[in-house]
């Protein structure tokens, strides 16, 4: 069996003061409908922490943060358009103050990366809703991730 092609991405778990997470909406050509966290590939020599800086900026108009500690880990295996087999995440904790989202490459570019909305959610309408979210069990870990704090060592969540 080969070794997959991964392109390397980096991702923000964005909570404000209140605990509220912030998700962008993805809607693939596929029909399938998913929220997750904001960001995304790598540009060819960035950083993990500077894509988080690019992504966050870019999605939601973002530029005046600190990031937090390295969570999670998630290898995603799914055929891009990108021509990779999927993508090895790292997931950052980001706190902020509650922000109206305003994307800064625009709506036509965000649509463009299969993005239509952007919006805070509460652990309890995560865990409520008939929407599907990203990663799987978001819910779950994000409460641990609540409750227990940053860990010691990324938490590998592949599924």
Do not use: C
């Not at 590939?41 to 937090?68: A, C, K, M, N, Q």
């Not at 500690?69 to 290898?75: D, E, I, P, Y």
């Amino acid at each position: 069996m080969s070794t997959p092609n991964l392109r390397e991405a980096a991702r923000a778990i964005m909570l404000d003061e209140h605990d509220l997470i912030v998700m962008v909406k993805y809607i693939f050509p596929s029909g399938e409908v998913r929220w997750g966290t904001p960001g995304g590939g790598l540009i060819p020599g960035e950083s993990h922490e500077d894509g988080v800086r690019r992504e966050v900026r870019e999605e939601l108009g973002l530029t005046d943060f600190e990031i937090g500690a390295h969570v999670w880990n998630r290898v995603h295996l799914f055929p891009m358009i990108t021509g990779h087999d999927g993508q090895r995440e790292r997931f950052f904790l980001v706190r902020v103050p509650h922000f109206t989202p305003d994307p800064e490459i625009g709506w036509a570019q965000m649509n463009a990366e299969f993005v239509y909305d952007i919006r805070w959610w509460s652990l309890d309408e995560i865990e409520t809703s008939s929407e599907s979210f990203i990663p799987f069990g978001l819910s779950d870990r994000l409460r641990m991730l609540l409750r227990d704090g940053a860990p010691a060592d990324p938490i590998d969540i592949s599924v």
